[in-house]
């Protein structure tokens, strides 16, 4: 059936072609008119030479898809790509479902009102069983049902993370309990340093003053005010500490 010039040119819009043969179709008029053809004539000779020349392209190869209807129920299954080679009969489930899980968003092309296709060349990777195909092509029929399998198999993932989540804190806290202890003993240490720093300091000042000013000092006396000093020094310095804090507590607060 010859096409009409509307058809012609939707046709060629849609195979995009259609500014190639509009130039041609012009020219071919101009050349008719040149050779002293009427215009009308010209016209309906320059359709006619263009739906000669461009033809309907031949239709694009079906793709490799496994067509399913709106109940789910496949109606002309295709095989899977020739290059996944043959595939075992089943593997690990959660294998199976998480290659679903993984791969139907870009499988599966559902079309309200026209069933689904099932795009099996654009899998990421091959199936890793038969028992997946069929699991894909159950979600493709009842969506709900496989997310109910997904559902059921995180959790176990889910409880999994949690105890080793659970573990990394216990380790965090024992690492803290560690450098906490480390920390007393070392603050213990630096102030029984710092103690002995001062006595020893006060212990030579006395004696410097009992040589200079011939006193005599007796040694229970000399102990207790070097005890006395060194723990007027660790009050004062705690003092200074909570008195910095404060300080920087109003700065922060300004």
């Known amino acids: 059936m010859q096409e009409s010039k509307i058809e012609l040119t939707e046709r060629l819009r849609r195979e995009d072609r259609w500014g190639e043969a509009s130039k041609r179709k012009d020219e071919i008029i101009r050349l008719l008119r040149a050779d002293g053809m009427k215009r009308a004539e ?6 006619r030479r263009i739906a000669a020349e461009y033809p ?3 239709e694009p190869e079906a793709e490799e898809t496994t067509p399913i209807d709106a109940e789910g129920d496949s109606m002309t299954p295709t095989p899977y790509p020739a290059s996944w080679g043959l595939l075992p009969h089943s593997a690990k489930f959660e294998d199976e479902v998480d290659w679903v899980h993984q791969n139907r968003a870009v499988v599966v092309e559902e079309r309200p009102g026209c069933g689904v296709r099932v795009h099996w060349d654009r899998a ?3 199936a890793p069983s038969y028992g997946a195909i069929s699991l894909m092509e159950f979600s493709c029929s009842n969506r709900k049902g496989f997310m109910d399998i997904l559902a ?3 959790p176990a993932e889910n409880e999994k993370d949690e105890a080793n989540i659970q573990r990394e804190k216990m380790s965090i806290g024992e690492i803290r309990e560690i450098l906490k202890q480390f920390n007393e003993r070392r603050d213990e240490a630096l102030l029984a340093d710092a103690h002995q720093g001062v006595r020893d300091r006060v212990g030579v000042t006395v004696d410097d003053w009992a040589r200079r000013f011939g006193l005599t000092v007796p040694k229970d006396a000399q102990a207790a ?6 723990e007027l020094v660790h009050v004062c310095g705690a003092v200074s500490d909570v008195e910095s804090a404060e300080n920087d507590a109003s700065s922060a607060g300004a």
């Open 124 to 126: 990421r990777r091959p």
């Open 225 to 230: 005010l070097e005890t006395l000093v060194a």
């Open 152 to 154: 059921r198999l995180r």
């Open 42 to 47: 010209a016209s309906e000779e320059g359709w």
């Open 56 to 58: 309907p392209l031949p």
